[in-house]
C-alpha cells in the first residue's frame, strides 16, 4: 500500500508542473488507449487468458474500472460506447459465442445493453465506497457484473428468437461462468493502474 501511495504522489508532483491543456490531452490520451486496449484483446486467447476457449470481457473490466470513481450515468454512457464498439468487432470477426456464430450471426443483440445496465450499476458502488482498494471486493463486484453482462446478452437473443432458448442457455452458462471467472481475475491488472492515473489527475485538478 505504501508503494502505490507513493507512486501516486509521483505521479502527482509530475502532473502537477503540466501545464492544463497537456494534463487534459494526456488525460484523453491515457483513457482512450486503455479501453481500446481493452477492446483489442477481446479475441485473443493466450495462455493463462482462456478457459474453455473463453476468454475475459475486457470491455467488462474497462467499464468497471471507469464506472467505480464516475456517477451511474457516466457509468452507463462508457458501457453503452464499449459495448457499440464491441459490436463492431464482433459483426466484423467472431461470435462471443464461438461455435453458435452462424446460427445466431443474423439476430445478435447488442452488447451496448447489458455493459449499460453494468456501468450504471457499478457506479452506485463509488457513492458508498464499498471497493476502494480492496481486491477481494473488486473480484466479487466484477465476478457478478459478468454474470450480469452475459445474462443480459442471452435474454436479448430469447426475445428476437424464443426458439432458440434450448441452444443458447447451455452456452450461456458455460460462457457467463468462465467469462465471470476471467475477468475478475484479471480486472485489478487493468483497474489499479488506471485508478492511479484517475485519481493522481483529479488530485491535482483539486490543488489548482
Given at each position: 500500500?505504501?508503494?502505490?501511495?507513493?507512486?501516486?504522489?509521483?505521479?502527482?508532483?509530475?502532473?502537477?508542473?503540466?501545464?492544463?491543456?497537456?494534463?487534459?490531452?494526456?488525460?484523453?490520451?491515457?483513457?482512450?488507449?486503455?479501453?481500446?486496449?481493452?477492446?483489442?484483446?477481446?479475441?485473443?486467447?493466450?495462455?493463462?487468458?482462456?478457459?474453455?476457449?473463453?476468454?475475459?470481457?475486457?470491455?467488462?473490466?474497462?467499464?468497471?474500472?471507469?464506472?467505480?470513481?464516475?456517477?451511474?450515468?457516466?457509468?452507463?454512457?462508457?458501457?453503452?460506447?464499449?459495448?457499440?464498439?464491441?459490436?463492431?468487432?464482433?459483426?466484423?470477426?467472431?461470435?462471443?459465442?464461438?461455435?453458435?456464430?452462424?446460427?445466431?450471426?443474423?439476430?445478435?443483440?447488442?452488447?451496448?445493453?447489458?455493459?449499460?445496465?453494468?456501468?450504471?450499476?457499478?457506479?452506485?458502488?463509488?457513492?458508498?465506497?464499498?471497493?476502494?482498494?480492496?481486491?477481494?471486493?473488486?473480484?466479487?463486484?466484477?465476478?457478478?457484473?459478468?454474470?450480469?453482462?452475459?445474462?443480459?446478452?442471452?435474454?436479448?437473443?430469447l426475445i428476437q428468437d424464443g426458439t432458440l432458448g434450448s441452444v443458447i442457455w447451455p452456452?450461456?452458462?458455460?460462457?457467463?461462468?468462465?467469462?465471470?471467472?476471467?475477468?475478475?481475475?484479471?480486472?485489478?491488472?487493468?483497474?489499479?493502474?488506471?485508478?492511479?492515473?484517475?485519481?493522481?489527475?483529479?488530485?491535482?485538478?483539486?490543488?489548482?
Amino acid at each position: 500500500m505504501n508503494t502505490i501511495v507513493a507512486l501516486q504522489r509521483r505521479w502527482e508532483a509530475a502532473i502537477y508542473q503540466w501545464p492544463v491543456w497537456q494534463r487534459v490531452l494526456f488525460n484523453a490520451v491515457i483513457t482512450g488507449l486503455s479501453a481500446a486496449l481493452c477492446l483489442m484483446l477481446l479475441p485473443v486467447r493466450l495462455p493463462g487468458m482462456s478457459l474453455l476457449g473463453i476468454g475475459p470481457n475486457w470491455a467488462l473490466i474497462w467499464v468497471a474500472a471507469w464506472s467505480i470513481c464516475r456517477v451511474p450515468w457516466l457509468g452507463a454512457l462508457a458501457g453503452c460506447f464499449m459495448g457499440l464498439a464491441q459490436d463492431a468487432l464482433v459483426t466484423s470477426s467472431a461470435s462471443p459465442i464461438g461455435n453458435m456464430e452462424e446460427a445466431l450471426a443474423t439476430i445478435a443483440p447488442s452488447h451496448a445493453v447489458g455493459l449499460g445496465v453494468a456501468g450504471f450499476l457499478i457506479s452506485q458502488f463509488q457513492r458508498r465506497r464499498i471497493i476502494e482498494d480492496d481486491v477481494v471486493a473488486l473480484f466479487l463486484l466484477i465476478f457478478a457484473a459478468a454474470i450480469l453482462t452475459e445474462t443480459i446478452t442471452a435474454g436479448l437473443y430469447l426475445i428476437q428468437d424464443g426458439t432458440l432458448g434450448s441452444v443458447i442457455w447451455p452456452h450461456h452458462q458455460r460462457l457467463a461462468l468462465c467469462s465471470a471467472i476471467l475477468s475478475s481475475l484479471w480486472g485489478p491488472a487493468v483497474y489499479f493502474p488506471l485508478k492511479l492515473w484517475w485519481q493522481a489527475i483529479a488530485n491535482v485538478e483539486k490543488n489548482t
